[in-house]
């Protein structure tokens, strides 16, 4: 599989903190790939690096071979990296119909409502589009956060969280629509539910202490001793 | 923007507001020809505060220079009608592109900064712009202004300085900018305006350049201003560097906070209102500003998303 998204010693430090700290990281096209390790381990920080919310101190990132790492936010997300928010963030205020539709725009005005009914149709939310979104429960407000992030058509989708706070019943509806995004989409995620995680990723990279600890598949991480130490507990 | 959203309402926001028109229209009928005359000046300052509802009520720009962009219109059509004998509609055409750039040269600097940082910013251009109009005084006539010749303030053959003339003139200015501003608000790009209000860093993660979007947003406010500020020159035969002081950065934004900031019809709505209340205030006591203050405390109290914010909150959703 051809490599879609390649760090090299990406590096951010907080002053003593060294939160992400000479990263080497490979996305392959068309997997689900895991980011899992302890909290405060640098995942979040690293995945910002990723979609350019904050810049890196020294390192590279490449996306198809071409050197982004200097790139604005907005220009990586319409190079086809999207995002979405560990802690939800939609536009409140807005119905779910314009939320989604300031996301299907961003990709061209043709036909605005009937591809933003799709994209809402996709993740079945199609009867709630009138609804203001701040009023929407929150598993569906997580739900509209996803929707967004898919309705840019992205080539790579950041999932930081997704099912924080979900029940059980939304989780298992997470997984069904995230399955069915590869290999046209692929995905980055970060989650701490280790159900999640090994039922979905093909690869997991463990990050702690802003270091990349191991790679591998669900079972090489699962038999990996100093994976075992620093973070599964076993 | 609640409930509705940028699009919903369809027929019945079109047959609104063009029914607005057609009573604004009929006003020159029946009303008299003092009260039609202040009607002229509501219409013209209401254009300047929708521009002011473009940038502060859907993009969430808290700007406190608006009046440096409507004294850019002002003299954009002003000087060049005075020194080079332009006619109306040239310097008309002149003071919506001077407002429309001014507008766009401070935003290019403004927008490097946010909320408080851009309040200080906008309005410290403003006041540097009124001591340019004093400095340059033998020009622009400083705090005396000039007046405008009426051979300058002809269009079409006729004389913006009679009663007739000068109502259709401003009408006309209005009602495009009512219409132009309706489509724009709900066109895509009116929803990429919201969002820089509700959620500019969602917005970012979206694909929007914010710095864009916005310097897009208060250059077509600063078209409006331009508009609004050629408009008074060329239809009351005056400019002067008074117009670029501080308060005509604030009567704007008090029309929109009390017509409702976000609402098509927000800033003719306070305009008017501000208007009738000024003018009924100023009949009982000289303390007129007093009265007018205590209505607007009345309203931050009691109505905070002004008159249509709390009509559209309340009762009529579909309210763009």
């Known amino acids: ?234 | 923007m609640t409930g509705g959203g940028v699009t919903g309402g369809g027929v019945k926001v079109w047959v609104l507001h063009l029914a607005l028109l057609a009573v604004l229209f009929s006003a020159q009928f029946w009303l008299s020809p003092y009260h039609a005359t202040n009607l002229v000046r509501i219409m013209v300052l209401a254009v300047f505060a929708m521009g002011y509802n473009l940038a502060f009520g859907y993009t969430g720009l808290l700007s406190l220079g608006h009046a440096l962009l409507l004294a850019a219109g002002m003299y954009a059509a002003g000087l060049p009608a005075q020194l080079w004998g332009w006619s109306a509609g040239p310097a008309f055409i002149a003071g919506v592109a001077g407002g429309g750039l001014m507008a766009a040269a401070v935003g290019l600097l403004a927008l490097r900064t946010a909320g408080v940082s851009f309040m200080i910013v906008t309005l410290m251009f403003a006041q540097a712009g009124f001591l340019t109009l004093l400095y340059f005084a033998p020009i622009t006539g400083g705090d005396d202004g000039f007046a405008l010749a009426n051979a300058s303030r002809r269009i079409f053959g006729f004389d913006l300085s009679a009663d007739t003339p000068r109502f259709l003139a401003a009408f006309v200015i209005f009602a495009l900018g009512l219409l132009a501003s309706l489509a724009l608000v709900r066109s895509p790009f009116g929803r990429s305006m919201v969002a820089m209000r509700e959620n500019e860093e969602r917005s970012r993660m979206l694909g929007y350049n914010p710095f864009m979007v916005k310097l897009a947003a208060l250059a077509c406010s600063g078209l409006y201003a331009g508009a609004a500020g050629a408009a008074y020159a060329l239809l009351f035969g005056y400019a002067g560097a008074s117009f670029a002081t501080i308060q005509y950065s604030i009567l704007p934004m008090l029309y929109v906070l009390l017509g409702g900031a976000g609402t098509t019809l927000g800033p003719f709505l306070g305009a008017l209102v501000m208007f009738a209340l000024i003018e009924a205030a100023s009949g009982l006591t000289s303390a007129y500003f007093f009265l007018v203050g205590a209505a607007l405390v009345a309203l931050v109290l009691f109505a905070p998303k002004g008159i249509l914010g709390t009509i559209r909150e309340r009762w009529v959703r579909w309210l763009p």
């Open chain 1, 1 to 234: 599989m051809a490599a879609l998204i390649e760090t090299c010693g990406l590096t951010l430090h907080f002053g003593g903190l060294k939160a992400v700290d000479g990263v080497d990281f490979t996305l392959n096209s068309g997997e689900i790939h895991a980011l899992i390790g302890p909290n405060g381990a640098g995942k979040t920080t690293f995945v910002s690096l990723l979609s350019g919310r904050r810049l890196p101190q020294s390192g590279t990132i490449l996306m198809d071979g071409t050197d982004i790492t200097a790139l604005p936010a907005h220009v990586r997300v319409r190079k086809g990296i999207a995002y979405t928010f560990q802690i939800t963030s939609i536009f409140p205020r807005l119905s779910v119909f314009d939320n989604v539709a300031l996301a299907v725009q961003a990709r061209g005005v043709g036909d605005l409502a009937g591809r933003t009914r799709a994209a809402l149709a996709r993740v079945g939310m199609e009867g709630l589009e009138k609804q203001e979104a701040q009023t929407l429960s929150y598993g569906h407000q997580r739900l509209l956060e996803l929707t967004m992030g898919l309705a840019l058509q992205p080539r790579v989708l950041i999932l930081d969280e997704p099912t924080q706070g979900l029940a059980a019943s939304e989780i298992e509806g997470f997984i069904r629509l995230v399955e069915g995004l590869v290999p046209a989409t692929t995905v980055l995620l970060i989650e701490h539910n280790m159900e999640v995680v090994m039922d979905l990723a093909t690869r997991i990279t463990v990050l702690n202490f802003g270091k990349v600890l191991a790679t591998g598949t669900p079972a090489e991480i699962r038999a990996n001793p100093a994976v075992q130490e620093a973070y599964l507990g076993a």
